[in-house]
């Protein structure tokens, strides 16, 4: 089976930089997304790591370290509409396995 | 391209009724996936369709909860019989590869 861990809630300041940590336990490892879900909204895609190092999309980055089981989410310059829940997933299957995601983070952005 | 669209919004049902749910996805998109969310927690996998075949499905779902997707266009997804436990928000996804989701907005159901 597979297991992500990721902190529940995350407060920061706007303009700030946080951070979103995720480590996964999974028999096998076909890369770590990242997803965004505002209250009441669909979660959407985000950000996808297949190899080691860091990915940029614009304010947003994702890492990846297969070694250490680890990856996270950087916000940079953040803003208020980044307020939401953030979900690490993984696949631990190749060709057709589906997304297996962690519980979320609740992210929090304060003036 | 109008994204994934699930109908209905919202479902409110007695225990005991069936319900059924349906998902179009992006017509291009050959894999579809039905997630079950909810409160406080990340989606949780149900089932998933690459073009009209159903190639997964998780042990957690019981035989109460039936999948189809004919002609590898829409998707539907029934509960029979359904239990309070079962209220939840059942989110569609649809992809053209292994990541990258495009999820719907979603059906609410509540079991009463």
């Known amino acids: 089976g597979q297991s992500l861990e990721q902190p529940s809630e995350v407060t920061a300041v706007e303009g700030a930089i946080v951070q979103i940590n995720c480590t996964y336990q999974?028999?096998?490892?076909?890369?770590l997304s990242w997803y965004q879900q505002h209250d009441g909204g669909a979660p959407t895609f985000l950000s996808y790591?297949?190899?080691?190092g860091l990915e940029e999309t614009g304010r947003f980055s994702s890492f990846l370290s297969r070694s250490d089981s680890y990856g996270y989410l950087l916000l940079q310059e953040l803003q208020m509409k980044d307020s939401a829940s953030y979900f690490c997933?993984?696949?631990?299957?190749?060709?057709?396995?589906?997304?297996?995601f962690g519980k979320g983070t609740r992210l929090s952005v304060i003036a | 391209d109008t994204g994934v669209s699930q109908d209905p919004r919202h479902k409110i049902t007695k225990r005991g009724q069936n319900v059924t749910f349906r998902c179009d996805p992006i017509?291009?998109?050959?894999?579809l996936y039905w997630y079950r969310q909810t409160l406080g927690q990340g989606p949780e996998f149900l089932t998933y369709?690459?073009?009209?075949?159903?190639?997964?499905k998780s042990r957690l779902l019981s035989d109460r909860f039936s999948a189809e997707r004919p002609k590898g266009s829409f998707s539907t997804l029934e509960i029979q019989r359904t239990e309070q436990g079962d209220s939840a928000m059942y989110l569609c996804?649809?992809?053209?590869?292994?990541?990258?989701?495009?999820f719907g907005s979603g059906t609410r159901l509540t079991v009463v």
């Open positions: 996804a649809s992809s053209p590869r292994e990541y990258g989701y495009t």
């Open positions: 999974t028999s096998g490892f076909y890369g």
């Open positions: 790591n297949a190899l080691d």
């Open positions: 997933a993984v696949r631990d299957g190749s060709g057709n396995t589906p997304l297996v």
């Open positions: 017509s291009e998109h050959n894999r």
């Open positions: 369709f690459q073009n009209e075949a159903q190639l997964e």
